[in-house]
């Protein structure tokens, strides 16, 4: 992935409201990525099938039903279809609850095609007007029919084809057939669009037809166990062929780039329409009428662009916003006086500071051990973050496949001073002169904490460079441009660096391919090298057993808590503030802004 886009300054999301980069690594500009973690189950007793469904022999005539009873990841939960469609009451009358306008603040989109978003502010958006052939179950992370009505694969796992629902239609009325699929894949493959996200299709696809109108196939380079999660990001989304090529000239490079005409009124299949766009000021969408899943509950759908989080919460206090993220500034106002209307919910990410593992001094593990017990992690997330996180004891997040409450919970590298000091005596890395400095390897130690620039991060570095101190450690503090922090993870010019990751995709491979040796320096800036790791990320990556890739992401998880190469800080939560008029508002780890919003409705009596 785009380095630019994966990597953040943890604090950078934190006090960041309204445009944060989607991109898998918490990374630059601002991100996001979120959806209630579901609740960790057992492994299944037998293996899980290579694909999420198998077809049934009267697909074309009873999907919907086939649909409605089908366990599609194989932890045991069958999802109803209105469930799938984000309408959880089935004995509602759908007119009682149609009609309306959600109305919401944020910043301002930054594209509308699809290959070129990396922000939540414009995914948002793109995300309600155009489709792809899988999505997410409505605040889930498990993939669910969309373009697509049903998929299957071979046995080795690498030639995927997917059966696409007949008569589907652009909201211009030109027919979704393969080859819009097609054409929308050569546009992300193209170098002349020079998309950001080129890589997720470079990467994994070895080729792609379409086999007839309704029937699209994938053959992969090599077996990849996420792919159908994959498949569900904004750069697969399908694009209509005829309209977007007659108005689009393409250059023979990416130097020469994309002249896009029909970014002036984008179309897509999706449950939203463009109804009206004021660069620098609003944008609304209306419901499409004619869309598959039936039209979404909502009218409209009205964004008002700000970057002012003050400006957003004001908004929303006079009731003029139907919802607000909630700023720490705002944390203690809102859970006294509005508890009962926050939504809270875990996000896939986890923020860390990396240890440089190949350079002077954290080559040692005894001393990157060492500081990982050494420093306060849940008294900083209490009282400086405001208890709005989780304490992070290794590099999965809650939620996401993998995740182990055992491993949490038996963690050995919790604050304890003295076992910190302790770790360093039995190594050897003493203070020979008493000069209150330790010694490695014949120098003093001497560091230096880098971060992002940020008052809290500032705030918070007080408390640990206290703790260094009394570890017998000297360290500074030093706040740099995120560009730089970014160049400095990249050239290992650091100590101890402050960053993190946010999902691409809800896999556990989207967060271990930061400590493969061959990602070094980039995704892997940390330097860490571990060949049995590598051997377990890459069967991670190629297994399609259920229950084996779970046990593999449980043994990188137990080695990786034991070589310490982050110091794990915390897991991120999001918290949002609803109006008491809404209903049915839909998030999840994977994020809010990739939600549809089909089944969100208003009371506007209450209004």
Request: glycine share 8%; aromatic share 14%; proline share 6%.
């Given at each position: 992935?785009?380095?630019?886009?994966?990597?953040?300054?943890?604090?950078?999301?934190?006090?960041?409201?309204?445009?944060?980069?989607?991109?898998?690594?918490?990374?630059?500009?601002?991100?996001?990525?979120?959806?209630?973690?579901?609740?960790?189950?057992?492994?299944?007793?037998?293996?899980?099938?290579?694909?999420?469904?198998?077809?049934?022999?009267?697909?074309?005539?009873?999907?919907?039903?086939?649909?409605?009873?089908?366990?599609?990841?194989?932890?045991?939960?069958?999802?109803?279809?209105?469930?799938?469609?984000?309408?959880?009451?089935?004995?509602?009358?759908?007119?009682?609850?149609?009609?309306?306008?959600?109305?919401?603040?944020?910043?301002?989109?930054?594209?509308?095609?699809?290959?070129?978003?990396?922000?939540?502010?414009?995914?948002?958006?793109?995300?309600?007007?155009?489709?792809?052939?899988?999505?997410?179950?409505?605040?889930?992370?498990?993939?669910?029919?969309?373009?697509?009505?049903?998929?299957?694969?071979?046995?080795?796992?690498?030639?995927?084809?997917?059966?696409?629902?007949?008569?589907?239609?652009?909201?211009?009325?030109?027919?979704?057939?393969?080859?819009?699929?097609?054409?929308?894949?050569?546009?992300?493959?193209?170098?002349?669009?020079?998309?950001?996200?080129?890589?997720?299709?470079?990467?994994?696809?070895?080729?792609?037809?379409?086999?007839?109108?309704?029937?699209?196939?994938?053959?992969?380079?090599?077996?990849?166990?996420?792919?159908?999660?994959?498949?569900?990001?904004?750069?697969?989304?399908?694009?209509?062929?005829?309209?977007?090529?007659?108005?689009?000239?393409?250059?023979?490079?990416?130097?020469?780039?994309?002249?896009?005409?029909?970014?002036?009124?984008?179309?897509?299949?999706?449950?939203?329409?463009?109804?009206?766009?004021?660069?620098?000021?609003?944008?609304?969408?209306?419901?499409?009428?004619?869309?598959?899943?039936?039209?979404?509950y909502l009218d409209e759908y009205r964004y008002r662009f700000t970057e002012n989080d003050d400006t957003i919460v004001q908004a929303w206090k006079a009731g003029q916003i139907d919802i607000t993220g909630v700023p720490a500034s705002y944390w203690e106002e809102f859970n006294e006086n509005y508890a009962d209307q926050l939504l809270t919910y875990s996000e896939l990410a986890t923020y860390w500071m990396y240890f440089n593992c190949e350079s002077w001094p954290f080559d040692s593990l005894a001393l990157r051990q060492a500081v990982t017990c050494g420093m306060e992690r849940e008294s900083v997330i209490n009282t400086i973050f405001k208890g709005r996180y989780r304490a992070a004891h290794g590099a999965l997040p809650p939620g996401m496949f993998g995740f182990s409450e055992e491993l949490y919970d038996e963690y050995e590298f919790n604050y304890d001073a003295a076992k910190a000091k302790q770790i360093l005596d039995d190594a050897g890395i003493v203070d020979t002169n008493n000069d209150g400095i330790r010694e490695y390897e014949g120098r003093e130690l001497k560091i230096e904490l880098s971060s992002y620039v940020s008052t809290t991060w500032a705030e918070a570095a007080k408390v640990w460079l206290d703790n260094l101190e009394e570890l017998g450690i000297e360290a500074t503090y030093q706040q740099y441009d995120f560009g730089t922090i970014l160049q400095m993870a990249d050239q290992g010019d650091y100590t101890l660096l402050t960053l993190g990751w946010i999902a691409d995709y809800p896999d556990p491979e989207n967060f271990y391919i930061l400590f493969e040796s061959k990602g070094i320096p980039d995704p892997n800036s940390s330097r860490y090298s571990n060949e049995q790791v590598d051997e377990w990320i890459q069967e991670l990556r190629t297994n399609p057993n259920t229950a084996e890739r779970r046990e593999i992401a449980y043994n990188i998880e137990k080695q990786l808590q034991e070589d310490c190469p982050h110091w794990w800080f915390f897991h991120s939560r999001a918290t949002s503030a609803l109006q008491t008029w809404v209903h049915g508002y839909k998030a999840g780890a994977m994020g809010s802004h990739i939600e549809k919003q089909l089944g969100l409705w208003i009371d506007e009596e209450e209004r």
């Open positions: 992935m785009n380095k630019n886009w994966k990597k953040l300054g943890a604090l950078f999301l934190i006090v960041t409201l309204v445009a944060v980069s989607m991109s898998a690594c918490i990374g630059g500009g601002e991100e996001e990525t979120t959806t209630p973690p579901p609740t960790t189950t057992a492994a299944p007793t037998t293996p899980a099938p290579t694909v999420y469904n198998e077809l049934p022999a009267d697909m074309d005539a009873d999907w919907m039903s086939y649909f409605e009873n089908t366990d599609f990841d194989g932890d045991g939960v069958m999802y109803p279809y209105d469930q799938y469609l984000g309408r959880d009451d089935n004995d509602v009358d759908f007119a009682a609850r149609t009609g309306g306008a959600f109305r919401t603040m944020t910043a301002e989109i930054s594209d509308f095609d699809p290959i070129d978003v990396t922000d939540t502010a414009s995914d948002s958006v793109v995300s309600k007007i155009f489709d792809g052939l899988v999505q997410y179950v409505p605040g889930t992370t498990d993939p669910m029919p969309c373009i697509a009505k049903a998929w299957e694969a071979d046995e080795e796992g690498k030639v995927y084809t997917f059966y696409l629902r007949e008569g589907l239609k652009f909201t211009n009325g030109e027919a979704l057939t393969a080859d819009d699929i097609v054409f929308s894949w050569d546009r992300l493959g193209n170098p002349a669009y020079a998309s950001a996200r080129i890589n997720f299709l470079t990467d994994y696809v070895e080729s792609y037809e379409a086999v007839d109108d309704y029937t699209f196939q994938v053959t992969l380079k090599t077996p990849f166990a996420p792919f159908l999660t994959l498949m569900t990001y904004t750069c697969f989304k399908v694009l209509p062929e005829d309209y977007v090529s007659s108005s689009e000239v393409v250059g023979e490079t990416a130097e020469e780039g994309v002249e896009k005409n029909w970014l002036d009124f984008p179309v897509g299949s999706g449950a939203w329409m463009l109804k009206e766009y004021v660069s620098g000021d609003h944008l609304t969408l209306e419901a499409n009428e004619d869309y598959w899943a039936g039209r979404p």
